[in-house]
T-cell receptor, first 116, second 111 residues
Framework: EAGVAQSPRYKIIEKRQSVAFWCNPISGHATLYWYQQILGQGPKLLIQFQNNGVVDDSQLPKDRFSAERLKGVDSTLKIQPAKLEDSAVYLC??????????????FGPGTRLLVL | GEDVEQSLFLSVREGDSSVINCTYTDSSSTYLYWYKQEPGAGLQLLTYIFSNMDMKQDQRLTVLLNKKDKHLSLRIADTQTGDSAIYFCAEEEGGADGLTFGKGTHLIIQP
């Protein structure tokens, strides 16, 4: 079974530029998550989708971050404009999403963003 | 709000047992997880425990949960060099909610 795919793996941009990350979840997984992991910290949830609807985006900085999952499969996370403090690893995870008990989240390898 | 606390570093000798501790604040947590992250890699789920359990064993891994004290631990028996990584404790309220992670414990293996 293929895992969660993310691209690009690395990205270097200058502050005030825009950047987009892509995630392809495990086939059949209805729930998709984006996490931000700043160096030396644990991942922090940014947004959670159930199919193509947003379940939780309370920690997403909506003035500069946006995410979509138009067809309920792949997702993109965009930052516009980027700030220095956005330098982090952006992790995508997916789970079955049937809410019938334990939901194991499977993580992708992440996209490492460096903002100069 | 929710908070998960872990020690930042743990150093053990190869072959000894490692015990990584975690405390959490959300008493409504349904599941608690341990994830492993190796350098440059994503998060790998090691094990999890349901909140109505107090112990779970899986090969070299033993998870202990003290729900009264909101304390979770991960014991790795016969620690090997391949166990060197960052270990994250995480809690989930239930269903398909996002996880709240600790800052991670760096496990350092001494030869």
């Amino acid at each position: 079974e293929a895992g969660v795919a993310q691209s690009p793996r690395y990205k270097i941009i200058e502050k005030r530029q825009s950047v987009a990350f892509w995630c392809n979840p495990i086939s059949g997984h209805a729930t998709l998550y984006w996490y931000q992991q700043i160096l030396g910290q644990g991942p922090k949830l940014l947004i959670q989708f159930q199919n193509n609807g947003v379940v939780d985006d309370s920690q997403l900085p909506k003035d500069r971050f946006s995410a979509e999952r138009l067809k309920g499969v792949d997702s993109t996370l965009k930052i516009q404009p980027a700030k220095l403090e956005d330098s982090a690893v952006y992790l995508c995870a997916s789970s079955l999403g049937f809410s019938m008990g334990k939901e194991t989240q499977y993580f992708g390898p992440g996209t490492r963003l460096l903002v100069l | 709000g929710e908070d998960v606390e872990q020690s930042l570093f743990l150093s053990v000798r190869e072959g000894d047992s490692s015990v990584i501790n975690c405390t959490y604040t959300d008493s409504s947590s349904t599941y608690l997880y341990w994830y492993k992250q190796e350098p440059g890699a994503g998060l790998q789920l090691l094990t999890y425990i349901f909140s109505n359990m107090d112990m779970k064993q899986d090969q070299r891994l033993t998870v202990l949960l003290n729900k009264k004290d909101k304390h979770l631990s991960l014991r790795i028996a016969d620690t090997q060099t391949g166990d060197s990584a960052i270990y994250f404790c995480a809690e989930e309220e239930g269903g398909a909610d996002g996880l709240t992670f600790g800052k991670g414990t760096h496990l350092i293996i001494q030869p």
